[in-house]
């Protein structure tokens, strides 16, 4: 990093007692003198650095330096206004935030850590500013902005002061949201108005221990609601990685949730104008037995379940795959990929929880993330297994209709190509979501035992053939056979390539195959949109 401390010249003044004679050891060794306000300098960010390690460490966490040290590639970090808010000849260092550039991958990014060692990391104007002026420069600069949050909330003493430069970084936060990518990683606590930040970003990271964002803190629902609850009951990173889905990535420690940001910013471009990075891949005799492996995968039997995570690794580049919200509304998968060294997202249904079923959370979370693809130029591969979306009073009353509308307009406005694969089921309005070709898919196949229908073939059995069933001999024989009749006549997928909804049939062992070249065919894809100010999605 670079650092005041760590200039050879300030290094030798400092180690001489008293540092009285600076200037005069200097000019003997023909330098120029190094002052005394620069020294002294040096020495409240010494002593800041220390008192961060005390506090923090006593704490199981890091400093905001040493997280920085964690994020960034050795040696890249370029810090700005650094003693901004501060005053040297006080004794005081400079604000409760630090801000600067760093290179991810050797890619540059813009990063503001809080520090909880300052005043409780609280935020007050000179914190605002230094954070608004750094995302000023990220959006000049086109690139990627990275909040490292630890922090008390507004600085009380300040008050309204400190409330208008949330307003500030929230407007500024909208302005980049799309434009260039926002990660946020919580490694403290972040309250109140504070945990609107971290919302407007594209991904959130938290922590199993000292992580925590909720809008109202436990003495407040306690006083509210007379509720008592723990801080990470309320809004800890379990919480919000597997109930609310505020949370993106749960990570073990602080060192797994930095690599997981750094992870994910691999996969992404600098800005929406830029195309993601290319990366080396040769294909290789393994990869070809591992294509032939999908045929073995998913059972024949449409109510036998199976892990759609086998499917993937074996159709993206060395079976890596990262996952975004893993914890939560886990009967859809959602991540980053790359096939044949260009990232990718990959949207499925997973038939291992519900069958796959679309409810109101995997409805929020898939459109979400293929509107973060479609932002930022990954390419969307979608894997259909569902039923549909999920029936019940419980999902009419949650919104099933106003939340499952966001994946039909996710898929209907995204201008990257997308791929979809039918693997086995695909009913209903589950059939129609899940980037089928008649939301402008580009290319869309289907495994030969897909069923593509309005309804499961027994329920539709039940309905169309009732006549029939009620008025046999044998009513248990007869719903057989005409379950069967109906998945030759309507449940499969020949009905919809005859008519051009799919373009091919494919085996299994091939769908790397087709996918791969699907995605050069419309490689330089570029759908115009209808002139208008914007669309009003159901949020």
Same mark, same amino acid.
């Given at each position: ?23 005069? =050891? ?10 005394? =306000? ?96 750094? /995302? ?110 505020? =949370? ?29 990075? /290319? ?181 539709? =059995? ?15 024989? /007869? ?61």
């Amino acid at each position: 990093m670079t650092d005041i401390m760590n200039s050879p010249a300030v290094k030798q003044v400092m180690k001489q007692p008293g540092h009285v004679s600076a200037d005069g =050891a200097a000019q003997a060794q023909g330098e120029q003198p190094i002052r005394a =306000a620069v020294v002294r300098a040096a020495e409240l960010a010494r002593d800041a650095e220390s008192n961060a390690r005390t506090r923090q460490h006593a704490k199981g966490k890091m400093t905001a330096r040493e997280r920085l040290g964690l994020l960034l590639d050795t040696g890249s970090f370029e810090e700005i206004g650094r003693f901004r808010g501060g005053d040297i000849n006080g004794g005081k260092a400079g604000s409760a935030v630090i801000t600067g550039f760093g290179d991810v991958y050797g890619r540059k990014i813009a990063v503001y850590a809080q520090d909880f060692s300052v005043r409780g990391g609280t935020l007050g104007r000179a914190e605002g500013e230094k954070i608004c002026h750094l /995302m000023d420069m990220a959006l000049d600069l086109k690139v990627p902005i990275v909040a490292i949050v630890d922090s008390g909330g507004a600085r009380i003493q300040e008050g309204v002061a400190a409330l208008t430069q949330y307003g500030h970084i929230f407007r500024k936060t909208c302005d980049a949201s799309g434009f260039v990518p926002q990660i946020s990683l919580i490694l403290g606590p972040c309250a109140g108005g504070a945990v609107y930040c971290p919302a407007l970003t594209d991904l959130i990271v938290m922590t199993k221990e000292n992580s925590d964002m909720f809008v109202t803190g436990p003495d407040v629902v306690k006083a509210a609601t007379g509720e008592t609850i723990s801080m990470n009951d309320l809004g800890g990173g379990l919480v919000h990685s597997t109930k609310s889905g505020v =949370a993106h990535y749960l990570g073990e420690d602080e060192a797994d949730a930095i690599d997981y940001a750094r992870t994910v910013l691999a996969y992404l471009p600098s800005n929406s104008d830029a195309q993601p990075p /290319m990366y080396a891949y040769a294909a290789t005799r393994a990869d070809r037995e591992t294509a032939k492996r999908l045929t073995d995968i998913v059972p024949d039997n449409d109510r036998q379940p199976y892990d759609v995570l086998d499917v993937i690794r074996c159709i993206v580049d060395y079976g890596e795959f990262v996952q975004v919200h893993e914890l939560f509304a886990t009967s859809a998968v959602v991540g980053f990929a790359c096939i044949d060294g260009r990232p990718i997202g990959v949207v499925a249904n997973q038939p291992n929880v519900r069958a796959g079923i679309l409810d109101v959370d995997a409805s929020e979370k898939v459109a979400r993330f293929v509107r973060l693809c479609d932002s930022f130029n990954l390419p969307v591969i979608t894997l259909v297994d569902t039923p549909g979306y999920k029936p019940g009073a419980d999902q009419e009353h949650a919104g099933i209709i106003r939340r499952g509308a966001k994946v039909i307009y996710a898929y209907a406005n995204a201008q990257v190509p997308m791929v979809t694969v039918v693997l086995r089921k695909a009913y209903g309005g589950g059939y129609i979501a899940m980037g089928s070709r008649h939301l402008r898919a580009d290319f869309v196949f289907a495994w030969p035992l897909a069923e593509i229908a309005v309804m499961g073939p027994e329920g539709a =059995a039940n309905i169309i053939f009732k006549k029939d069933i009620v008025g046999a001999e044998n009513p248990a024989e /007869m719903r057989k056979l005409k379950i069967q009749e109906y998945k030759e006549k309507f449940a499969n997928p020949y009905v919809a390539a005859a008519k051009g909804y799919i373009d091919s049939v494919i085996a299994p062992a091939e769908t790397r195959m087709f996918i791969e070249h699907a995605l050069k065919v419309s490689a330089h894809k570029n759908r115009s949109q209808p002139s208008k100010k914007h669309g009003n999605p159901p949020f």
